[in-house]
């Protein structure tokens, strides 16, 4: 039995379950010489894939409605006739959401499950470490002593951000949903400062009193109000990385919010549009030093499993909704 | 006769004559050992003097309420007691707005009235041209065979970042605010496209129409709503100048609009704040190439010259309404 996840139709503003849909198939599948089978083991669920279940222009092509899914997955090679891969292989890459497929090996990394737990090829050591790591030295240029701010804090990158600031000497405030993730912020991830924006009146108040001293670099995974309120607290030549909009990724109009321009000339300010494909020539770099943190404890990670390949498109819509801590993954 | 022009209160929105207040006096300036005297011939009014009206932190101090105004200013050496300079040099910098002043020397450049005219130093090749050079050169990077897009195309800034644009190969399209302007875009500065977003509904799509190929760089001299359908247009990595935002900087309340932050992401985009100021290590090079292109002819500039101290607020209001073309400058 195969079992795929399709996109049924497009979600009008809040993705629901109807928008999914599951498919069973009675079928063996057979491979062809150079070709190898797949067996799911993790799924990543991730804010962008929102993006891509629009028609609408991005930085990946839209999802085509009745096709299968696809996100970052670890498999295991469960049958194979190209010698690049051996069965027991585990590998990584953007693939269907399937419970087994076969593949041409394209594209495939070879993860180790003894170096790191094979959902962290999906986090920590993969897309989620190289976001944050990449975003915040080829954009934010960090400098010891500067005041990064985090948005989105607890989630899988947020959390990211703010370890690699405090490793790198920056004074760490995080913006989170609710006060268990911002005690998570300090206690677990070592972040100076937290604020829950979900009980905060005054959101620039609050910011600016966390940071008083100004906003050197502010990482962007929300976008909105939150991301509007940051404005008023940066430095000149503060640098903000626009990683992630998850604020507005669901809405139906157009967004707006306070015209950025005038504090971007006010203060010389920098704010870049990051999507970690871009900078692939540096993925070895950053996942050695990320491996390399990691192994000294430097930097650790939370992530929510959740069981069952079926789960797969409610747990996207928890993620969505703020539901859970760190890298949300499904173990099919 | 010494003549004033001071603060007399801060501009509530837009200015009027009744924020300004000329002052006549009746002495006669006297210079100590290691001065100059100097007298005023020509002073620039420009947009960013609307910001240091108000009591706001920006990028140079805010003006105070009964002090003078100051601005670029060309001015006369009519006596001096300072071995660096001699009666009937002629000297820039930013200075008040007096008819005449005391001068320790400090900050003054000598400009050559043999080499261009008095008025240019304080556009073409003064604070205008770099700043247009600058912009286009550190931010937008730009490439042969793609497409600019400038606002306030008309303006001093915009006329000459439009021409600069065509001498290095791009598709360059103006957007101004009168069918005259857009027709000088075209006919005096070899612009391939002009917009009158006054008469045009749907600005959308006329940047779409105009810029088939998508827009690569955008030299934002306006903000507000014709930045807003830029947006809509750009390319994957295009670059941002936000120099100007004129059609804000009277606004009472913060300024709102389309968000930017998912366009970025989108397209990998970048949005800097643009300040010539901190290019200043850069100024002796692009001055020689404004010049050089001056001389060979493949710059053209216009001013609109005021004469009169007194008629100096006057020359400011008009130029923030946009009732001119090219550079503003008032003749003492």
Redesign the interface.
């Known amino acids: 039995m195969i079992k795929t996840i399709i996109l049924k139709k497009r979600p009008v503003g809040t993705p629901t379950l109807a928008d999914f849909e599951l498919i069973k198939e009675e079928k063996e599948l057979k491979i062809e010489e150079g070709e190898i089978l797949l067996e799911t083991k993790y799924l990543s669920v991730d804010p962008y894939l929102r993006?891509r279940m629009s028609d609408a222009?991005?930085?990946v092509p839209p999802f085509e409605v009745g096709k299968p899914i696809n996100s970052g997955l670890i498999a295991e090679v469960i049958e194979s006739k190209n010698d690049n891969f051996k069965k027991g292989d585990f590998v990584s890459n953007r693939l269907d959401w399937k419970t087994v497929q076969v593949s041409k090996g394209e594209g495939l990394q070879k993860v180790d499950p003894n170096k790191a737990p094979l959902s962290a090829y999906l986090g920590i050591v993969g897309m989620t470490g190289l976001t944050a790591y990449l975003g915040l030295h080829e954009i934010g240029k960090p400098k010891k002593g500067e005041t990064l701010v985090v948005s989105g804090a607890a989630g899988a990158v947020g959390s990211v951000v703010g370890q690699i600031g405090k490793i790198l000497g920056l004074t760490v405030i995080g913006i989170a949903g609710s006060d268990e993730k911002v005690e998570l912020l300090k206690s677990e991830f070592g972040f100076d400062h937290g604020i829950n924006y979900k009980t905060t009146d005054d959101m620039k108040a609050a910011i600016n009193e966390a940071a008083p001293n100004g906003v050197d670099i502010y990482f962007?995974n929300v976008?909105?109000e939150i991301?509007d309120a940051v404005l008023f607290s940066i430095n000149?030549f503060a640098r903000m990385i626009?990683?992630?909009?998850i604020s507005?990724y669901n809405s139906t109009e157009?967004?707006?919010?306070?015209?950025?321009?005038?504090?971007?000339?006010?203060?010389?300010?920098?704010?870049?549009?990051?999507?970690v494909s871009?900078y692939a020539d540096k993925f070895p770099e950053a996942m050695k030093q990320l491996s390399t943190w990691l192994g000294e404890e430097k930097l650790t990670y939370r992530e929510t499993i959740v069981e069952g390949f079926e789960n797969t498109p409610q747990a996207f819509l928890d993620m969505m909704a703020g539901n859970k801590k760190g890298k949300m993954v499904v173990k099919a």
Do not use: E, H, R
């Open positions: 993006g222009k991005s930085y962007d976008g909105g991301s000149k626009i990683c992630g909009a507005v157009i967004p707006t919010g306070v015209s950025v321009q005038p504090f971007l000339i006010k203060n010389s300010a920098l704010m870049q549009g990051f999507i871009n």
